[in-house]
């Protein structure tokens, strides 16, 4: 059974810094990896979709990379701002006929000015 | 803007009631998802369906039950509510399945 992990499940930096979100998986067969942001009260935001086959995406301040046969996935975050304050939240799908998406936790990430 | 919509955005009942959550997408995917966002604001899926046809379903209490009246829309039912039913429903969509996968706002019930 995939099961996700997410650590740390709260960070919290000044603004400016680089930082890193980690993300582990027990099985390896992922068909791929999504990384979304959740601020209080709103839906699941996408902020990026990596392939089983690919080993990085980047997308502005952010960029992703996966490592399927460790079963590890890094979000890391460049000169972060207030505004990237939110719960961050790793899932993997196993795709074929089914396609369900399993989540870890989260991380919230609290960047102060 | 991630083209589902959700309705009600909050629904506050009481243990007993039959209740509906609406979602639709207008994008014509493929495939539209229920998940249940608990207390914790911990994830899992509830259903998915594809081209109207139901393809997984979790260990999910027979009192939710999804319907799907064309393929923009994939509604929940939820019939005898319990307090432990209380969390927030979110709706997803994707062209296919294993697809990236993009959600609605989100509905928070509350059973009283």
């Known amino acids: 059974k995939q099961e996700v992990t997410q650590i740390p499940a709260a960070l919290s930096v000044p603004e400016g810094e680089n930082l890193v979100l980690n993300c582990s998986f027990t099985?390896?067969?992922?068909?791929?990896l999504q990384w979304f942001r959740q601020d209080p009260g709103k839906g699941l935001t996408s902020l990026l979709l990596?392939?089983?086959?690919?080993r990085e995406q980047t997308s502005g301040r952010l960029n992703a990379s996966l490592d399927k046969s460790s079963g590890r996935s890094t979000l890391y975050i460049a000169a972060s701002q207030p505004g990237d304050s939110a719960t961050y939240l790793c899932?993997?799908?196993?795709?074929?006929?089914?396609?369900?998406?399993?989540f870890g936790k989260g991380t919230k990430l609290s960047v102060k000015p | 803007d991630t083209a589902v919509s959700q309705t009600p955005k909050y629904l506050v009942t009481q243990m007993g009631n039959d209740k509906s959550i609406k979602c639709e997408q207008n994008?014509?995917?493929?495939?539209m998802y229920w998940y249940k966002q608990d207390s914790k604001k911990f994830l899992k899926i509830m259903f998915s369906?594809?081209?109207?046809?139901?393809?997984i379903n979790e260990t999910v209490p027979n009192r939710f039950s999804p319907k799907s009246p064309d393929k923009a829309h994939l509604n929940l039912h939820i019939n005898s509510l319990e307090l432990g039913d209380s969390a927030v429903y979110c709706c997803?969509?994707?062209?296919?399945?294993?697809?990236?996968?993009?959600f609605g706002p989100g509905t928070r019930l509350t059973v009283t």
């Open positions: 899932a993997v799908s196993d795709g074929g006929s089914q396609g369900n998406l399993i």
């Open positions: 099985d390896s067969a992922i068909y791929n």
């Open positions: 990596i392939q089983s086959s690919q």
């Open positions: 994008l014509g995917h493929d495939t």
């Open positions: 369906y594809n081209n109207k046809e139901l393809i």
């Open positions: 997803a969509r994707s062209w296919m399945t294993g697809d990236e996968q993009y």
